[in-house]
Nanobody, 123 residues
């Protein structure tokens, strides 16, 4: 059974840090692209950070330099280190996996998605 289980969300003040984790099971994820998305109330889901199968990372402009995506294949876990948090980072964060290509727009209903973890940043 495919499962992506996010954890690590919570409340943080602006300028603080959080690290999200996504434990993966049920499929051979080394062959997949991995990414973090977020969705704030009343807004569309947006890609935050993505990894291709070779480890190349891509970030949306608003988080570049503040967020870092990584994976630990031995632990079958995807991470998102979030530093210098801003109130506009408040959202539900989801991890996802899809077969290449690996652009944000390539993640769709056929991709694997987790249930999400809430991040709230106060000013």
């Amino acid at each position: 059974q495919v499962q992506l289980a996010e954890s690590g969300g919570g409340s943080q003040q602006a300028g603080g840090s959080l690290r999200l984790s996504c434990e993966i099971s049920g499929f051979n994820y080394e062959n997949y692209c991995m990414a973090w998305f977020r969705q704030a109330p009343g807004k569309e889901r947006e890609g935050v950070a993505a990894l291709d199968r070779d480890g190349g990372a891509n970030y949306r402009d608003s988080v570049s330099g503040r967020f870092t995506i990584s994976r630990d294949n031995a632990k079958r876990t995807l991470y998102l280190q979030m530093d210098s948090l801003k109130p506009e980072d408040t959202a539900m964060y989801y991890c996802a996996a899809t077969y290449p290509p690996c652009g944000f727009s390539d993640y769709d209903v056929l991709s694997y998605w987790g249930q999400g973890t809430q991040v709230t940043v106060s000013s």
